[in-house]
């Protein structure tokens, strides 16, 4: 020792407990260490296998087969959990009130808790009695599976137009747009018989709440994550009575309702419309409210009649391209119509070819906005059958608007020679129209 002091700087010492040293010929032994150092119990398994897997370098691999052989002699008693219930009960007195997070719980023989540590740094006891419990809004976060790019899938709950019928309102429900969370807040307040308003309706926030004490309240925002709006706060209580007549029953939520049922039967009357409306929905609205949402059923079904009046022109052009040799005349007082002759190129050729030289004329009214009466012209084909010829719109079915039609269909038929044809006409509508059908057919 006394060769190696002048050596170093500092100078340890190792006391040889089981006579490693004994028999060697070396006066110091950190000059001449030993092959392999005692095993120590270490405090952490992590540095035991460390401290072996150094020794198990130097002794080579058989030996390394002998040291982890003789490691299974000693158990790790952080990991050992069969002990634990021991100690605890060695350790802890029975019956124990617990003053901390858990204040007033009693500790029973046999019992474990583990103790965490929240985000704010006080500690938390977690009893096995509470592992049923309700994880913390943290665990329900669901995160993606590996570090790579992929987004995180969340479980939202949405909102399907199927659920319109069943509606539940929950806290998270999502819906696509804002439209659709309006729909089905009216449809609630309907079904409910209740009077729900909407107080701030806005693209990405909408807050509704029901009448004045009740404490029904639903508040949702857009939400990124989601890219929808998303329920954040709902309450489904209500204290408030039942009515019969709500604002949000409007003419167009009833004629989107109904527009099935009045395609099915278009001469509904009006009092079977209320009557069915009660039935469904124990609502009783007004008869001027029947009335417009009947309306806005037949032209969502049929159309709108202003704009088919904007379409005779482009009406005519493909009439003439796609069967040749029809006629079409409008008539126009300014740009308000007056009066329309339309006759098939087909039905014309088929009239003059195979049918007998009759012509049946007749007028009916036009039950429309804008009204009318309609002047047809039709025959008899050899199967006895109605034979259609040409039709034509009128305002008012008087002698002027019967000569115009008639000088028309003469005209439009090419005939020359009135002998052989026959005119049946409705006497009981116009008195003086058989005199105009001669006056027509001679040219007088």
Not at 149 to 170: G, N, Q, R, T
Not at 306 to 316: C, P, S, V
Not at 393 to 404: A, G, K, T
């Amino acid at each position: 020792m006394a060769s190696v002091v002048h050596k170093v700087k500092t100078l340890v010492l190792y006391f040889d407990h089981e006579a490693i040293t004994s028999g060697s010929d070396w006066d110091d032994v950190v000059a001449n260490p030993a092959a392999s150092l005692s095993r120590v119990i270490s405090p952490s398994k992590g540095q035991t296998r460390q401290i072996n897997n150094e020794a198990a370098d130097d002794e080579g691999p058989e030996d390394a087969h002998d040291s982890s052989s003789d490691d299974s002699d000693f158990d790790d008693s952080d990991y050992d959990l069969e002990d634990d219930d021991d100690l605890f009960v060695d350790n802890v007195d029975e019956h124990v009130i617990d003053e901390g997070v858990a204040k007033g719980r009693k500790i029973a023989r046999g019992t474990k808790r583990a103790a965490g540590r929240t985000s704010t740094g006080t500690s938390v006891v977690v009893h096995d009695d509470d592992e049923n419990e309700e994880s913390t809004d943290d665990d329900r976060l669901e995160l993606p599976q590996s570090d790579g790019e992929c987004e995180p899938a969340f479980k939202f709950k949405s909102f399907k137009p199927e659920d319109m019928a069943h509606l539940v309102f929950k806290v998270g429900m999502m819906f696509d747009t804002v439209e659709m969370l309006r729909k089905a807040i009216t449809e609630y307040s309907l079904r409910n018989r209740v009077d729900i308003k909407m107080p701030r309706n806005e693209q990405k926030r909408l807050q509704a709440n029901c009448s004045e004490g009740c404490p029904w309240f639903l508040y949702a925002s857009y939400d990124k994550r989601a890219n929808g709006m998303m329920i954040k706060t709902y309450t489904g209580k209500h204290s408030c009575q039942k009515k019969w007549v709500l604002k949000s029953c409007t003419s167009t939520w009833l004629a989107e309702k109904y527009i099935e049922t009045f395609r099915a039967d278009q001469k509904m009357s009006l009092s079977n419309f209320s009557r069915t409306v009660q039935k469904e929905w124990n609502l009783t609205p007004s008869r001027t409210k029947l009335a417009r949402a009947r309306r806005l059923a037949m032209k969502n079904m049929l159309g709108d009649e202003e704009e088919q009046y904007n379409m005779l022109w482009d009406y005519a052009h493909e009439l003439r391209k796609t069967n040749p040799y029809s006629t079409f005349y409008l008539n126009l007082d300014g740009n308000i119509f007056k009066s329309l002759y339309v006759s098939l190129g087909a039905c014309k050729r088929g009239f003059l070819g195979g049918c007998r030289p009759l012509i049946c004329l007749d007028g009916c009214h036009l039950k429309t906005k804008y009204g009318g009466i309609m002047l047809t012209a039709v025959g008899i084909d050899p199967n006895d059958c109605i034979f259609p010829i040409a039709f034509g719109v009128v305002e008012v079915e008087c002698l002027d608007s019967w000569r115009w039609f008639l000088t028309t269909l003469k005209q439009d038929l090419g005939i020359e020679n009135t002998y052989p044809w026959t005119l049946m006409t409705d006497k009981q509508k116009v008195r003086n129209l058989p005199f105009i059908v001669v006056q027509v057919m001679l040219n007088l």
